[in-house]
């Protein structure tokens, strides 16, 4: 009974794709770009941690031990998209960097023209799901820098702070490519999901 024990608690290398790697793809999946970055996240997290499994002294599952390593390799991934080249967005800002929208004290004012449109809400789950997989449709057409920094902030909830830092970029740049990944999105789910009647 004891030896059955202490098995179920080795760690298992074998099983890891075939008990975590649909997960594992998924979690990936919707923090990147494309099914290929994804994939190779997997890969290198499988691989990462068979080079460190003799360190994995089993203070938590191997479950959440490779989602640890992941999120490690997930943050190395937005560090290296974020040092790709500032795309410029059309219609997002113009050359003096004047965007759709200017903020005075802590109101935000659009303007007039440029206003979001009204929204209706999602209601069935179908609907919800779709939505979902429209705006993941939407964030992989954002340039990789922007989709890293958008990912890290609202995917992964990372403060604006620790994304300057780990991505080494200046709080003004930061502000400046939120604002134009939002007036993408924005734009490409009235194209795409809200105008669809």
């Given at each position: 009974?004891l ?8 760690p298992e290398?074998h ?6 790697g ?12 494309t ?7 997997v890969q290198?997290?499988?691989v990462s941690?068979?080079g460190?499994l003799?360190?994995f002294?089993?203070?938590?599952s191997e479950?959440t ?5 992941l ?7 937005y560090?290296q998209q ?6 410029p967005?059309?219609g997002a800002a ?5 965007g ?17 449109r ?6 069935t ?8 997989e429209?705006?993941?449709?939407c964030?992989?057409q954002?340039p990789?820098?922007?989709q ?5 902030r609202?995917?992964e ?6 994304i300057?830092q780990?991505?080494?970029i200046?709080?003004?740049?930061y502000w400046?490519i939120i604002h134009r990944?939002?007036?993408?999105l924005r ?6 999901w809200?105008s669809?009647s």
């Open positions: 009974m030896s059955a024990t202490t098995s179920a608690t080795q290398p099983l890891w794709l075939s008990r975590y649909n997960e594992l793809f998924r979690f990936a999946r919707h923090r990147v770009a099914v290929a970055a994804a994939e190779e996240l290198e997290t499988i941690a068979l460190t003799a360190s002294r089993q203070e938590s479950r031990w490779l989602f640890v390593i999120r490690r390799k997930l943050i190395d991934y560090r974020a040092r790709s080249p500032l795309v967005l059309p113009d050359e003096a960097g004047n759709t929208y200017f903020e005075t004290d802590a109101r935000t004012h659009w303007r007039k023209g440029e206003e979001p009204e929204w209706a809400a999602a209601d789950q179908l609907e919800q799901r779709e939505l979902a429209q705006l993941l449709r964030q992989d954002l990789a820098q922007h890293a920094v958008f990912s890290l609202f995917v909830e990372v403060s604006g702070e620790q300057c780990q991505l080494g200046t709080p003004a740049n400046v990944a939002k007036l993408q734009k490409c789910l009235e194209k795409h809200f669809v």
